[in-house]
């Protein structure tokens, strides 16, 4: 599974959109990038996943690169409930998730 | 309806203690996940059932660490003679099939040896 790249910690105005960003240059073609948060002292939940189209859902957008080398996941209007670690994983059909250690988003008031 | 559970949500041993943790996974899920998260680290992979079969343990630190999934759907998490270094959350996560890729996860045990 291809190895990802996300900046420690990053800070967001309450009420703006938290652009978090993700780079996985070694992704090969039939890897999918999945994003999830882990809010304190709670298992990881699941955001979004995508192949090669930008995808939308409930809880946020999902940005991938035309050459799929990076992406974006876009919280559209954050709240302070979206205080958490956020997670890129890129991985193939094969099983596990390789999390790495994850982007800290605060969200401040 | 009704996610992954786990239990107990916190548990202290003295080193050297057995302990077990349970998992229910998402009624009707078929692969099931147990992982290690150390404190400010992500989670990281231990073993994987596909139904009651045990197909890959190779994130199993030692010996002393054995899971289990005997009908298919509740699963153990066994560690014998627990270690300072054993001190983790573990985590469970379930998903829908094979083909599937979403995992959903549980809250977690807190296990701490003292």
């Known amino acids: 599974d291809a190895k990802t790249t996300q900046p420690p910690s990053m800070d967001c105005a309450e009420g703006r959109a938290a652009n978090l960003p993700c780079n996985h240059s070694t992704i090969s073609g039939n890897e999918y990038v999945y994003w999830y948060r882990q809010i304190h002292s709670q298992g990881p939940q699941y955001i979004i996943h995508?192949?090669?189209n930008n995808e939308t859902n409930e809880m946020a957008s999902l940005i991938i690169t035309e050459d799929r080398k990076s992406s974006t996941l876009i919280l559209p209007h954050a709240t302070l409930r979206d205080t958490a670690v956020y997670y890129c994983?890129?991985?193939?059909?094969?099983?596990?998730?390789?999390f790495g250690t994850g982007t800290s988003l605060t969200v401040i008031p | 309806g009704a996610g992954v559970s786990q239990s107990p949500r916190y548990k202290v041993a003295k080193r050297g203690q057995d302990v077990a943790l349970r998992c229910d996974p998402i009624s009707g899920h078929v692969s099931l996940f147990w992982y290690q998260q150390a404190l400010g680290q992500g989670p990281e992979f231990l073993t994987y059932f596909q139904n009651e079969a045990q197909l890959d343990k190779s994130g199993l630190p030692s010996d002393r660490f054995f899971a289990e999934r005997p009908e298919g759907s509740v699963s153990t998490l066994k560690i014998q003679r627990t270690q300072q270094e054993d001190s983790a959350v573990y985590l469970c996560?379930?998903?829908?099939?094979?083909?599937?890729?979403?995992?959903?996860f549980g809250p977690g045990t807190r296990l701490t040896v003292l």
């Open positions: 994983i890129v991985r193939s059909t094969g099983n596990q998730f390789y």
């Open positions: 996560a379930s998903r829908t099939g094979t083909n599937a890729n979403t995992q959903y």
């Open positions: 995508g192949l090669k």
